[in-house]
């Protein structure tokens, strides 16, 4: 039985917590944890890497800072939406989520991103579950295990670095989540979404892409180091003071006299001294290392670790266009990536929930009842090219309309929607007029009679003035 519509006015946010989730947690799970930090045993365990170091390089490493931000803006540089067969599902789906919110004080744009920022980084993502039947429209449900469910009121993301997982030591089952910087609050497995990507077998998270890399940004940072002393170095012009000559050579108290009156000497001062001292300056004589080759190394590293080139971060680059744009070709690969894993997740993990509310199974959900986010092709030449093969496909009677219309992003059409298409407006009206079926006229007869009034003397080319009585 379906839920009565609610609107967000008649939510009470006071069984959400805005700004952080309120797991549910017992006393004796909190007494379990702190026996197994002292006896050990299974516990919870964090991540393979070191994801505070990821969030330390993303804070203060300006290549990766920006690769991320790029990776980002490709993935949400045009407009998403719901789409799906059933026109009910999909309002349902879209006034949920308005729902969400609204309770959840995160509007679902910032969500979404949130979650792909999330991924990006750290090929991980972990999302907290908040449920409570008075914040929500949802219908209470039963999951697989006989369960029953509240329904969803909010998402919440949750920091990935802080995050740490506990599993069963003998059958590896996850048994709950928790964050470090609050031992004391868990959640159960079934109030978290976790993905990752790039996880090998055996780990509970995925590598971040940043990981391989980082060695090579520390070295760079060495290497620029080093030739930020060079030029330090070389800038200051290296002067000789001989004090004497062959014959009469300085004395030690000379040399140590002069030596304190340089040394103390202002920056932009000067000295004077006696024919006995001479001034020169080697710095001409000194060869310099170019240090540019080895900066271009480290750097080519690291872009080429994180999947990118100077092409695609919009720097100028000796390649031709063809070659830049089988690079930037490759950059928009990566991304799509990270775009249909956003999408699986929404898709999975959220719109199938909020669907198996409304008494849809998730586990019997087909293509006319499931509702998926639509979100634009990275590569706009790609989309073009696979529009076009789409509509070829429907053209030879492989696939029906309305898969068509949902491949390439469009709901499927209403009768009235049919009536204007280009074919019903245009080129059905062309061909009866050819025929001679209809007049090659455009407008209704009605409007037609005013402007060129007709009887049964002919037709007028324009309306007659009113006459005087």
Same mark, same amino acid.
């Given at each position: ?24 947690? &017992? ?20 991540? +393979? ?67 792909? @920022? ?48 506990? @599993? ?17 609050? +868990? ?63 300085? &004395? ?21 001294? #006696? ?7 080697? +710095? ?110 429907? +053209? ?21 929607? @049919? ?24 407008? #209704? ?25």
């Amino acid at each position: 039985m379906s839920a009565m519509i609610a609107t967000p006015s008649d939510f009470k946010t006071n069984d959400v917590v805005r700004r952080r989730p309120v797991p549910v947690i &017992s006393i004796i799970s909190g007494i379990k944890n702190i026996i197994s930090q002292l006896f050990g045993g299974s516990g919870f365990r964090g991540s +393979e890497y070191n994801l505070v170091k990821v969030r330390e390089v993303l804070n203060s490493e300006s290549i990766f800072r920006r690769i991320v931000d790029k990776y980002h803006e490709q993935l949400w540089k045009g407009p998403w939406k719901f789409i799906g067969r059933n026109s009910s599902n999909v309002e349902y789906i879209k006034r949920r989520f308005r729902e969400i919110a609204e309770v959840s004080g995160i509007p679902t744009q910032e969500l979404f991103e949130r979650i792909s @920022r999330q991924l990006i980084t750290y090929s991980n993502v972990f999302i907290v579950k908040v449920r409570g039947r008075a914040s929500s429209s949802g219908s209470t449900r039963t999951d697989l295990s006989g369960k029953i469910l509240q329904p969803l009121a909010a998402w919440f993301p949750q920091p990935v670095e802080h995050m740490e997982i506990a @599993r069963d030591p003998i059958t590896k089952k996850i048994e709950g989540y928790r964050l470090t910087s609050d031992p004391m609050v +868990e959640w159960k497995p079934t109030e978290v979404i976790h993905v990752a990507i790039h996880r090998q077998e055996g780990y509970s998270f995925g590598c971040p892409m940043v990981i391989p890399v980082i060695p090579d940004i520390a070295c760079l940072r060495q290497v620029e180091n080093s030739a930020n002393i060079l030029v330090f170095q070389h800038s200051i012009p290296l002067m000789h003071f001989a004090i004497g000559t062959d014959d009469d050579p300085g &004395s030690a108290d000379e040399i140590t006299d002069l030596n304190t009156k340089v040394s103390e000497m202002p920056t932009y001062g000067h000295i004077v001294t #006696t024919n006995r001292i001479q001034i020169s300056i080697v +710095e001409a004589k000194r060869q310099v290392m170019d240090m540019t080759p080895i900066l271009s190394y480290w750097k080519t590293r690291i872009l080429s670790g994180l999947g990118v080139s100077a092409v695609g971060l919009g720097e100028a680059s000796t390649s031709n266009r063809g070659t830049a744009t089988t690079v930037v070709s490759e950059f928009q690969n990566t991304a799509s990536a990270f775009q249909r894993t956003v999408a699986h997740i929404i898709d999975e993990y959220m719109i199938k929930e909020l669907l198996a509310e409304r008494e849809i199974s998730p586990v019997r959900i087909d293509d006319r009842k499931m509702v998926r986010i639509y979100m634009p092709e990275v590569d706009l030449d790609n989309k073009i090219k696979a529009n076009t093969h789409e509509v070829y496909l429907w +053209e030879h009677n492989a696939k029906t309309w309305e898969e068509t219309r949902l491949s390439i992003g469009l709901e499927p059409l209403t009768d009235d929607e @049919r009536e204007d298409m280009y074919l019903s407006r245009i080129m059905i009206p062309k061909a009866l007029a050819a025929k001679g079926v209809v007049e090659d006229v455009a407008g #209704t007869p009605q409007t037609n009679n005013l402007l060129q009034p007709a009887n049964q003397y002919g037709k007028k080319t324009s309306p007659g003035r009113p006459k005087n009585d």
